[in-house]
């Protein structure tokens, strides 16, 4: 088959079709991993061999797919996740329909078109008379979505065994690449007051919620976004009735850095927050959930030489940071990643989630191209 007939995008469209109609929310399992064997079957005619983690903690099983030559030395790891942030049923309510340039549907820019592409790259490479110059390996997660607890362990063991990493995130803002992302902390605050009745004996008490004020005012104030540092205090709980001095109080913190030694500093000083109040205990778990991703020289090296790729298959692959985190901040550390190599679109998370279907050939043939030439 020629390879112009390997990129059809109504094709490519009809097979995200079918991974997006069956719905993935992360805490569904049973949904994941109905899609999970989708994906399974789809390989079974390919030199591939599968391997299935089993889910643990609530989420679905994971999926490894290797290629059987290029096992032996380090090569290209894919990385995609099944999961969506939606929940079940919402495709009633952003049902799969194509207007224009415009496909919709849950998890169809993030990242059901992603994985997709790179999947059909991958059977398009297979077509070919040659095996690429490395393994490939491309996994298949079931939590990105919640911070990947599940799947962390397998991604760092697969990342520092490669030589090259691709994570098939949706592109950004008219198709940018990504090259580097902020970590990402999250933390939770519990305060612990002395309850009393608010009319008859307020100077007994010691207000849970009070202290909480002060815990969100010195959180607000770690904020620098000159620097790229965000903190936001995206939950608060407390008290129990309006006459009763509120004992308890709590809150949960994000935090967003973009660099190893923001991040250092940004997480001892939310860890070492304190009670301005006698009688008054604050007490701050949590951790940097994700390292940031930052824009090393392998980083670099394989930016170039997808955008010398790109400009062959006929686009200029701009790169860019962002501020959410990817599975790519496990990986980047220790070898050259690169990001964003999903579908363009816009709505991640929302309900007009939309990818654009001309970029469903182009970015498919980068990757095939990536496959191709990596070495």
Excluded at 203 to 214: H, K, P, T, W
Excluded at 274 to 288: A, H, N
Excluded at 339 to 356: I, M, N, P, S
Aim: proline share 5%; with cysteine; charged share 25%.
């Amino acid at each position: 088959m020629a390879s112009s007939n390997l990129f059809d995008s109504q094709t490519i469209l009809d097979g995200i079709r079918r991974w997006v109609e069956i719905e993935t929310p992360t805490e569904v399992p049973e949904q994941v991993n109905k899609l999970v064997s989708m994906v399974a079957e789809q390989y079974r005619d390919l030199p591939v061999t599968l391997e299935r983690v089993a889910g643990v903690d609530g989420c679905g099983d994971h999926l490894v797919a290797r290629s059987t030559w290029g096992q032996d030395r380090p090569g290209v790891l894919v990385l995609s996740h099944l999961d969506t942030v939606h929940p079940m049923g919402f495709i009633e309510r952003l049902p799969f329909k194509v207007e224009g340039n415009s496909a919709f549907g849950p998890g169809i820019y993030d990242m059901k078109g992603g994985a997709y592409i790179a999947y059909h790259a991958f059977r398009a490479l297979c077509a070919t008379a040659d095996d690429s110059p490395l393994g490939i390996t491309h996994v298949f997660t079931s939590d990105e979505e919640i911070g990947s607890p599940t799947s962390r362990a397998l991604i760092e063991t697969e990342g520092r065994k490669a030589k090259y990493v691709l994570v098939t995130e949706p592109a950004r803002d008219g198709g940018k690449i990504v090259t580097g992302r902020k970590g990402v902390g999250r933390f939770q605050a519990f305060i612990k007051g002395v309850p009393t009745h608010a009319g008859t004996r307020p100077e007994d008490g010691r207000s849970a919620v009070r202290e909480l004020a002060n815990v969100i005012q010195a959180l607000e104030g770690m904020n620098d976004l000159n620097r790229g540092v965000t903190v936001n205090v995206g939950v608060v709980r407390g008290g129990t009735r309006p006459n009763v001095t509120p004992e308890e109080a709590y809150a949960e913190i994000d935090l967003r850095v973009p660099s190893l030694k923001d991040a250092e500093e940004l997480v001892g000083k939310i860890l070492g927050l304190k009670s301005k109040t006698e009688g008054v205990t604050v007490k701050v778990t949590g951790e940097l959930n994700r390292p940031p991703y930052e824009k090393s020289n392998s980083g670099a090296a394989l930016y170039e030489h997808a955008r010398t790729l790109a400009a062959e298959i006929g686009f200029d692959l701009v790169d860019t940071h962002t501020g959410g985190g990817s599975d790519g901040n496990f990986t980047a550390a220790n070898t050259g990643t690169l990001d964003g190599l999903g579908v363009d679109g816009k709505g991640a998370h929302t309900h007009y989630e939309q990818l654009y279907v001309s970029s469903l050939e182009p970015r498919a043939r980068l990757l095939y191209r990536l496959y191709q030439t990596l070495q």
